[in-house]
């Protein structure tokens, strides 16, 4: 099976950022994706319980089968969620990786910090545990 990456990112305002040539990475072991910007729009959300207006986009590989739509603002944060359900088995199938501002901090003092990610998701389980639901265009 390939490898599903989707990034879900917070947007309050359009800002630009400045990437070291060294990648930070997260707790788990998940490196930032440098070329997440260039990824395409899979649909926009609205986390009330955050605040948030997020922008779900997808690499080539996840984009493959969903619809573009685009609604720019400005950054907040970055999160990663890669399938792979050997490695990642206890939080379905999926890792977790987010990175803070425009410095891209990893967020999580140690990799323990997948269960509060994963606790939210848990809900939406029967939907592969994304929040977001693809709709299909005719």
């Known amino acids: 099976?390939?490898?599903?990456?989707?990034?879900?990112?917070?947007?309050?305002?359009?800002?630009?950022?400045?990437?070291?040539?060294?990648?930070?990475v997260a707790p788990n072991g998940i490196s930032f994706f440098p070329d997440y910007m260039s990824?395409?729009?899979v649909a926009p959300s609205y986390r009330e319980d955050k605040g948030q207006i997020r922008i779900i986009t997808g690499n080539?590989?996840?984009i493959s089968s969903f619809p573009v739509a685009t609604?720019?603002?400005?950054?907040?944060?970055?999160?990663?969620?890669?399938?792979d359900a050997k490695k990642y088995k206890a939080t379905g199938g999926w890792g977790f990786a987010r990175f803070v501002g425009?410095?891209?901090?990893?967020?999580?003092?140690?990799?323990?910090?997948?269960?509060?990610c994963f606790g939210c998701h848990t809900p939406?389980?029967?939907?592969?545990?994304?929040?977001?639901?693809?709709?299909?265009?005719?």
């Open 39 to 41: 990824w395409k729009v």
């Open 60 to 62: 080539a590989i996840a």
């Open 1 to 24: 099976m390939k490898n599903i990456v989707m990034a879900c990112f917070a947007l309050l305002s359009v800002v630009g950022s400045a990437v070291a040539a060294e990648y930070p």
């Open 102 to 116: 425009n410095e891209l901090k990893p967020y999580g003092k140690d990799a323990t910090f997948v269960g509060e």
């Open 71 to 83: 609604v720019p603002a400005a950054f907040a944060q970055v999160e990663f969620m890669v399938k």
């Open 124 to 138: 939406v389980a029967d939907n592969d545990y994304l929040f977001t639901k693809i709709v299909k265009t005719p």
